[in-house]
């Protein structure tokens, strides 16, 4: 039940496809779900917890325990594989793979971005980065130099 | 699986009981977070350097979104207030762990039971209650300014969080290592502002070297550890800020150089008068406003 509670931002995603839905589980007839912010300032987190917990209640469980985990942290390469093809099906180019964490000081990126993001609409690569922050902080916006449509990008972290 | 609204969905999911209206009652950041400190770790002062950095993050969120309905084109509106966002996030999280230690002054007294740690510590404290760096307090300027203070901000900020992720407190290491990839982003948007306008038409270079010496002397008091800083680094729980002069000046340097802008003499460190409670009349100013209607309307719920 609580796999099928979608993303109050991403309404074509449901939690377990983003990768934010970590844990559910029976605790001594408590179910007890876990689930990890993308963003540290995701406003959307207090909206997941009040739909999870409706849901459960709905289908039947009184007591519910929606837990935040903030350790590992998010990251997009836990974005499912059917979450992706419902991303560019929804107009979103789905992320890249995330970046590879490496010990020591995090390498300054002084030039344009070096990402990439294949074209909801046409499906052409040829697309360019409009700016790296959009209507949400999961988000960057591009636009296709083929259709011209501009067009969300889910950025990889 | 939506409620009709946003509004029902968390109405409903608090019993029909009215939400703290100016903050954030219906979602603690830490709910479900195990907040035991860990053996050795003294609270108070855990506490004390949660708030230190969480209001270097709360203040500079709320100098980042007076850019909105002023920055020059929208994207960078959306894109300032994006970096605010995120920088609230991480204060959200620091004020909750800072009261989860019950370091929460008199601001307890001041707010009613029912406003949340992190929103009494946000909205019922006093100036020489915060605790943040003069370089997050200082105006914002012109853009050039703006841009130049964000890259100094996030180069210190994230050098910090990179080393935190190793803390001893695990929640203050988890907050950390979600706090890396946001000030990534952060640091290189305001690098690439610097180069373009430094490296821009001359008025572009002349105004955003006038941010650059504006905003270098407020450098001085960022390297400088605190005696809480002090004993929580010799437990393993925070990072001497002497430790990311190196790296910081580097970052600063290069980008500078490549902007064609005069790189000037690093400021001699000396300790933090913001760190310990002392702030300037804009500060002031701006904690005022954001503290305005939750003070003028206490305990208010909608």
Redesign the interface.
């Known amino acids: 039940m609580a796999e099928?509670?979608?993303d109050?931002e991403l309404?074509m995603l449901t939690l377990a496809d983003l990768g934010v839905l970590r844990d559910v589980r029976d605790e001594d007839g408590t179910v007890v779900v876990?689930i990890t912010?993308t963003?540290?300032?995701?406003?959307a987190?207090?909206?997941m917890?009040?739909?999870l917990?409706?849901?459960l209640h709905r289908a039947g469980f009184a007591d519910v325990?929606?837990?935040?985990?903030?350790?590992?942290?998010?990251s997009t390469d836990w974005i499912s594989p059917a979450g992706r093809r419902k991303l560019a099906a929804g107009g979103i180019a789905p992320p890249g793979d995330a970046?590879v964490r490496r010990t020591g000081?995090?390498p300054?990126?002084?030039g344009?971005s070096r990402r990439t993001a294949t074209c909801p609409q046409c499906g052409s690569a040829d697309t360019e980065e409009?700016?790296?922050?959009?209507?949400t902080?999961c988000k960057a916006?591009r636009r296709c130099r083929v259709c011209l449509e501009p067009f969300e990008h889910l950025?990889e972290? | 699986m939506h409620e009709e609204t946003v509004y029902e969905a968390l109405d409903h999911a608090h019993g029909g009981e009215g939400q703290w209206a100016f903050g954030t009652g219906f979602d603690e950041p830490l709910a479900g977070v195990d907040t035991t400190v860990p053996e050795g770790i003294d609270p108070a002062d855990l506490g004390a350097y949660c708030l230190m950095l969480g209001d270097d993050a709360l203040v500079l969120c709320q100098r980042l979104t007076q850019w909105v309905t002023n920055a020059p084109e929208l994207e960078e509106e959306v894109a300032l207030a994006n970096c605010g966002l995120d920088l609230l996030g991480q204060a959200r999280l620091l004020l909750a762990r800072a009261g989860s230690v019950g370091v929460l002054g008199r601001s307890r007294e001041r707010a009613t039971a029912s406003i949340p740690d992190e929103d009494a510590l946000a909205y019922f404290r006093d100036p020489d209650e915060f605790r943040h760096s003069g370089l997050v307090e200082a105006p914002n300027g012109d853009f050039g300014q703006t841009v130049v203070r964000l890259l100094a901000a996030s180069a210190w900020r994230l050098a910090l969080l990179n080393r935190l992720r190793e803390s001893r407190d695990p929640v203050l290491a988890a907050i950390a290592a979600k706090g890396v990839p946001e000030l990534t982003y952060h640091r290189d948007h305001a690098a690439r502002w610097v180069l373009r306008l430094g490296d821009g038409t001359p008025e572009s270079h002349r105004r955003t070297q006038a941010g650059v010496d504006a905003v270098w002397p407020l450098l001085a008091d960022l390297f400088t550890a605190t005696d809480v800083e002090t004993r929580l680094t010799a437990a393993g729980v925070a990072v001497d800020p002497a430790e990311l002069t190196d790296e910081v000046r580097d970052v600063l340097t290069l980008v500078l150089e490549r902007a064609t802008l005069t790189v000037p003499e690093w400021p001699t460190p000396q300790p933090s008068r913001g760190r310990a409670g002392e702030h300037s009349a804009e500060f002031t100013a701006l904690l005022t406003e954001l503290q305005s209607t939750a003070r003028e309307h206490p305990a208010a719920t909608w």
């Open positions: 099928t509670v979608t109050p309404p876990e912010p963003y540290s300032g995701c406003p987190m207090g909206v917890r009040a739909d917990v409706h849901a325990d929606v837990r935040t985990v903030l350790s590992p942290a998010w970046p000081p995090v300054l990126q002084l344009p409009i700016s790296e922050f959009s209507g902080a916006m950025k972290i």
